[in-house]
C-alpha cells in the first residue's frame, strides 16, 4: 500500500514538473514576439476561465487583437438591445 502511494506521488510530481518546463518554453518562445509596451502590438497574456472546466487556460493576444473583440462584442451587444428596443415585427427577427 504505501509502495502504491509512493509511486502516485512520484508520479504527480514529475508530470507537475513537465508541465511547468512546457510553459517555461511557450514563455521564452512568445518573449520575442512582445512589441513595445503600450504599442498595439505588444502582446498580453492572461489566465481566463474555460466553461466546464476548474482549470485556467493561458490566453495570450495583442492589444489590437483585444482591442478588435470588444470592439466586436460592444456591437453585437448593441444590435441585440436595439433589437428588443424596438420589437419584433414580423420576418426581422429571424423567425
Not at 514538473?17 to 502582446?43: I, M, N, T, Y
Amino acid at each position: 500500500m504505501k509502495s502504491m502511494i509512493l509511486a502516485t506521488t512520484a508520479a504527480l510530481t514529475l508530470t507537475g514538473c513537465a508541465g511547468l518546463e512546457v510553459r517555461e518554453a511557450r514563455s521564452a518562445d512568445w518573449a520575442g514576439q512582445q512589441g513595445e509596451p503600450g504599442s498595439p502590438d505588444e502582446l498580453l497574456c492572461r489566465q481566463e476561465k474555460v466553461a466546464g472546466s476548474i482549470l485556467r487556460k493561458r490566453v495570450c493576444m495583442t492589444r489590437a487583437e483585444r482591442a478588435a473583440i470588444k470592439e466586436d462584442s460592444e456591437d453585437a451587444t448593441r444590435s441585440i438591445q436595439d433589437t428588443a428596443l424596438r420589437g419584433c415585427a414580423g420576418s426581422s427577427c429571424g423567425g
